[in-house]
């Protein structure tokens, strides 16, 4: 840290003490003035007793920052972003260029055509989880789509119980994960690449 | 088209648009951040950026769909809580749970469901699959085991390369000219299935027995 120079009143006023006193000062974040009648450098201090505290001094809350809404939030990150307009890339919050031509597709649906948000590094579960939710739902989707049923776990009984009703009245098969499966590979099976790759003839 | 899928997932969960663009932002990012070392996210990124397709997107939620039941697990009840795994070193943004691992045979049981039907006369055709995606799995087991996610990508690119058509020998050696026209290196030319395997393959089907029968249970 840059230390101030000592003026040169500290020398002046108490030459043995001056350094000390200068450095009591500096240390209780004294704010030093000059007076321009006199040319004299000031600083204002009041000294306390133990466990007193100045009236009407609150405990001050930390806070880094002035507190922001998420909106002005958001519009302090575009703000950043906009540092780096290159096709194709932006700057991320850490500072890091993100290169997202790979991912056009996917850019392209997000309703702003040029971006202006930050992208933030997630933990590594949080990606995951997030990769997992999206397979779970497109299976169920698909499942749906091919079986005309749903997927759904065994351990949720209380769909498995309506479901059993409905297959005792209907004699439906269950829907369960091992049903959808089922209907899963019956739909695949005949066009799985490699089948087609043994089955056909040859050149 | 899986990107369509993804954004409007997001919109039916988040609702807003702000929270929609910017998850997929972090999405989008974190996964380029993230794709060359863990097996499921370099999966996500080729359905993202639509080097896999529909397809290969309901084979591979197939194969998903069997390793959970086979490993009686949840992968995103999993991933829920990446804390569990006592180790000192396992804090910060790469935090994960436990490695849900796949022994031999349980790999061998899930391929059998996906390619063994035992109908027809299709059934050294079946055989010649199984082992040959086997041959496959067996590169990538280190003491006993493999990552069920690096099984399931093994099974997605397994799939991919033997697609007909584009990815093919014929049209990946197409392409190795068109480098070649224009001075640079070839591509690698996609895994198909070896000479050896097959070698393999033909030599447990010619022993009758195949693969071991496997009397699942966990």
């Known amino acids: 840290m840059l230390q101030p120079t000592l003026p040169p009143f500290a020398h002046t006023i108490v030459p043995p003490l001056g350094e000390t006193y200068f450095d009591l000062l500096i240390a209780s974040d004294a704010h030093f003035h000059r007076d321009y009648t006199s040319g004299a450098v000031l600083a204002d201090m009041r000294i306390l007793g133990p466990g007193v505290t100045m009236p009407g001094a609150s405990p001050k809350k930390k806070q880094d920052g002035p507190r922001l809404t998420p909106k002005e939030k958001l519009a302090l990150q575009s703000a950043n972003a906009a540092t780096l307009r290159l096709p194709g890339a932006l700057t991320c919050a850490a500072g890091d260029v993100f290169n997202y031509s790979r991912y056009n597709s996917t ?74 499966q089922t209907q899963t590979h019956t739909h695949m099976y005949p066009k799985h690449p490699l089948r087609l790759l043994l089955t056909r003839p040859l050149p | 088209m899986f990107p369509i899928f993804v954004v409007d997932l997001f919109s039916k969960k988040y609702g807003l648009k702000s929270l929609v663009e910017s998850t997929t932002w972090d999405l989008l990012y974190s996964c380029d951040c993230l794709r060359g070392m863990y097996a499921d996210v370099e999966v996500f990124c080729r359905f993202l950026e639509m080097s896999y397709d529909a397809d290969e997107l309901l084979y591979y939620c197939y194969v998903r769909s069997l390793t959970q039941s086979v490993l009686n697990a949840n992968f995103k009840t999993h991933w829920a809580d990446a804390g569990r795994q006592n180790n000192p070193g396992n804090v910060g943004f790469d935090r994960r749970p436990p490695v849900l691992a796949l022994n031999r045979r349980e790999c061998n049981y899930i391929a059998q469901t996906i390619f063994i039907r035992n109908q027809g006369e299709e059934v050294e055709s079946e055989k010649q699959m199984f082992s040959d995606f086997m041959g496959s799995v067996d590169g990538a087991l280190a003491d006993g085991a493999v990552d069920s996610s690096e099984f399931m990508k093994i099974a997605v690119e397994r799939y991919f390369a033997t697609r007909p058509g584009e990815h093919t020998q014929d049209a990946v050696g197409e392409d190795a000219n068109e ?39 966990r």
């Open chain 1, 107 to 180: 850019v392209k649906l997000l309703s702003q055509a040029a971006p202006t948000y930050a992208p933030k590094r997630r933990t590594l579960a949080w990606t995951v989880r997030l990769i997992q939710e999206i397979y779970d739902e497109r299976y169920k989707r698909d499942t749906s789509d091919i079986g005309g049923g749903e997927e759904f776990e065994e351990m949720d009984e209380e769909r498995v119980a309506a479901a059993r009703a409905k297959e005792e009245v209907s004699g439906e098969h269950l829907h369960s994960r091992e049903h959808a």
């Open chain 2, 179 to 217: 480098y070649a026209n224009e001075g640079g290196a070839a591509p690698p030319l996609a895994p198909s299935r070896s000479e050896e395997a097959a070698a393999a393959a033909a030599a447990a089907v010619e022993e009758g027995g195949g693969e071991e029968e496997v009397a699942f249970t």
